[in-house]
Nanobody, 121 residues
Framework: QVQLVESGGGLVQPGGSLRLSCAAS????????MGWYRQAPGKQRELVAT???????NYADSVKGRFTISRDNAKNTVYLQMNSLEPEDTAVYYC???????????????WGQGTQVTVSS
């Protein structure tokens, strides 16, 4: 099995910054894509940003220019640097990893438990 453990959430004032981390552990042959999603109260879960093992990134329009996703392949860890935070960024942030556990098995998506980010004065 694979476990994803997130850290770094919290309460921050508008305009502030936070850095989220997510470390994957367990039976891992390779991780193709890692990413961050978020879910605000009463809303569906939405993509924030993804990054491939080769470093290609994809961002939601709402966070472009403010958030930066990065990855340490050796540590199976993904980061999300969030700057210029707005109240609309308030949500539970979930880490996602598309994992190949062993050759010959299909890749599977795994999710972290979520970390709360609250932007408020």
């Amino acid at each position: 099995q694979v476990q994803l453990v997130e850290s770094g959430g919290g309460l921050v004032q508008p305009g502030g910054s936070l850095r989220l981390s997510c470390a994957a552990s367990g039976t891992i042959f390779s991780i193709v894509t890692m990413g961050w999603y978020r879910q605000a109260p009463g809303k569906q879960r939405e993509l924030v940003a993804t990054i491939t093992s080769g470093g290609s990134t994809n961002y939601a329009d709402s966070v472009k220019g403010r958030f930066t996703i990065s990855r340490d392949n050796a540590k199976n860890t993904v980061y999300l640097q969030m700057n210029s935070l707005e109240p609309e960024d308030t949500a539970v942030y979930y880490c996602n990893a598309n994992v190949l556990m062993r050759l010959g098995l299909p890749r599977r998506d795994y999710w972290g438990q979520g970390t709360q980010v609250t932007v408020s004065s």
